[in-house]
């Protein structure tokens, strides 16, 4: 009897220093973007993992200073579990094991929707550097290789975009310029290698507009792009989204996707992804490849 009480004492102490025997620890994630001589800055995604993604829960209005002032309280929540001089895993853009050392945090940076970190050299990294708390959570980078579509095959992708694009140009969020389609460009196309049927393509696109009234004076514009999740078995488009970094503040919807690191996570493969709208701001998600969700994202 004695016995059975000891081993059930022990049993207890580990499983309360273990929490991860009955449900998963939280993880949050941050991005590493920018480095100069003398440190490396970065931003949090505003949410965790346990099991499954779960994004922060904030009011969202169309007032930008409140809206700040929203975003910097859920800031602050997830900052609290980041510590500074401790080592995180990561994987730079290229899929590499990566470290972050965080040395010094803050959020001088609020009103562009971040917070500022620096960390350890990222030599011989490619930047974004994509890192997590957790060392125990089974997150695998899988390489995507890019693939060719002919001509005739990018036809249906080509009337969507310029459906969606008409659409956009005289919607009541329409941009300040009075843009035009120019040119179509041919799209990088993706293909994970543990996926037999689902593609990322992003299509850049070229616009053209006047800044004089009588329209004489033509501009170009190239930071338009066009970004597609499709299903190569069914046939069928997953998700679809035109972005643009000087479209209107007020187009939520306007939002550039740009895929950059595939990944495996409890058996689900997701992208982490350049995310950028207007007006220029520039943040990062994660999406999950077969339903083309959006599971979490930067401010």
Known sequence: MIKKMFMLSLFLIFTMKSPSIFGQQKCFFGVMRIQNENAAFGTLFLGEYQSEFIESKFEKINNPQKNIENIEV???KVLKNFEVNKLYPGLD?????????????GS????????????ISTKNKKLPIFFWTSKDLSLQPIKAKKIVFSEKDQIPFK???????EKATSSKNKPKYDYK????????????????????????????????RSGSEKEIDSDGFFFFIYNTKT??????????????????????????????????????????????????????????????ETY
């Open 74 to 76: 859920q800031v602050k």
């Open 108 to 119: 001088e940076a609020a009103s562009e929707y971040t917070v500022a970190f620096t960390g």
């Open 159 to 165: 009337v969507k975009i310029k459906d969606v694009l």
């Open 181 to 212: 389609l120019k040119n179509i460009l041919s799209p990088v196309v993706l293909k994970p290698e543990d996926s037999s049927e689902f593609i990322t393509m992003v299509f850049p696109l070229t616009l053209e507009y006047s800044l004089s």
């Open 235 to 296: 046939k069928k488009i997953i998700s679809s989204r035109f972005g643009h970094p000087e479209w209107n503040l007020y187009a939520t919807e306007i939002k550039v996707i740009k895929p950059v690191l595939f990944f495996s996570l409890a058996g689900k493969t997701y992208f982490f992804s350049e995310y950028y709208g207007p007006w220029e701001y520039t943040g990062y998600a994660i999406f999950e490849l077969e339903t083309g969700k959006k599971v979490l």
């Open 93 to 105: 853009a290229y899929g590499t094991p990566s470290f972050i050392n965080l040395t010094e945090e």
